[in-house]
T-cell receptor, first 117, second 113 residues
Framework: GAGVSQSPRYKVAKRGRDVALRCDSI?????LYWYRQTLGQGSEVLTY????????KSGRPSGRFSAERPERSVSTLKIQRTEQGDSAVYLC???????????????FGQGTRLTVV | GNSVTQMEGPVTLSEEAFLTINCTYT??????LFWYVQYPGEGLQLLLK?????DKGSNKGFEATYRKETTSFHLEKGSVQVSDSAVYFC????????????FGAGTRLAVHP
């Protein structure tokens, strides 16, 4: 595909349940990020992973949040035992470094809006 | 540490008005600076960037200049349109090979005809 795609777009979960959010990133992009975006508080990085030919490294920011990367361009953010405070928009982004520069450019998905009830 | 602070919104303007959205940063090393825009119902898109001091990023009539002396990267546009209504995020990547993109809280812009 042409861009980063996230699914589902909207998710309602009962408090205490586990959820999984999917991200299909851009082929060839090495670094993949998950961010949590809350209104007025900006975006907080939850995890990032860098996949190379040898191995994948996935960040594990806290016990309830984890990211898996079963394929190089696919990532799943898992949230265990959801809490109401987890209600937010979860953004996935993949990045690459344009040749001739040392700056990474990030491309974002549309986000998944999670509501925990 | 690394952080980005931008002016709180919402910013409400009439069409053709001048826009400034302030952004200041704190960073170790030599960061690259970005403005991202999020239109309603869409994901974040890169609007413009600057990679070193005194660089000016520009796109779609928007401009921002990397000011190292004031640690600022204010976004400006001379004449806004209704279609510019969106949320604007200032961001940085720290220098030294650190990959994380750090965002400000976002500023909502509403432009009325």
């Amino acid at each position: 595909g042409a861009g980063v795609s996230q699914s589902p777009r909207y998710k309602v979960a009962k408090r205490g349940r586990d959820v999984a959010l999917r991200c299909d990133s851009i082929s060839g992009h090495v670094t993949l990020y998950w961010y949590r975006q809350t209104l007025g508080q900006g975006s907080e990085v939850l995890t990032y992973s860098q996949s190379d030919a040898q191995r994948d490294k996935s960040g594990r920011p806290s016990g309830r949040f984890s990211a898996e990367r079963p394929e190089r361009s696919v990532s799943t953010l898992k949230i265990q035992r959801t809490e109401q405070g987890d209600s937010a928009v979860y953004l996935c982004a993949s990045s690459y470094t344009p040749s001739g520069t040392n700056t990474k450019e990030a491309f974002f998905g549309q986000g998944t809006r999670l509501t925990v009830v | 540490g690394n952080s980005v602070t931008q002016m709180e919104g919402p910013v409400t303007l009439s069409e053709e008005a001048f826009l400034t959205i302030n952004c200041t940063y704190t960073a170790t090393g030599y960061p690259s600076l970005f403005w991202y825009v999020q239109y309603p119902g869409e994901g974040l898109q890169l609007l413009l960037k600057a990679t070193k001091a005194d660089d000016k990023g520009s796109n779609k009539g928007f401009e921002a200049t990397y000011r190292k002396e004031t640690t600022s990267f204010h976004l400006e546009k001379g004449s806004v349109q209704v279609s510019d209504s969106a949320v604007y995020f200032c961001a940085l990547t720290p220098g030294g090979g650190y990959n994380k993109l750090i965002f400000g809280a976002g500023t909502r812009l509403a432009v009325h005809p």
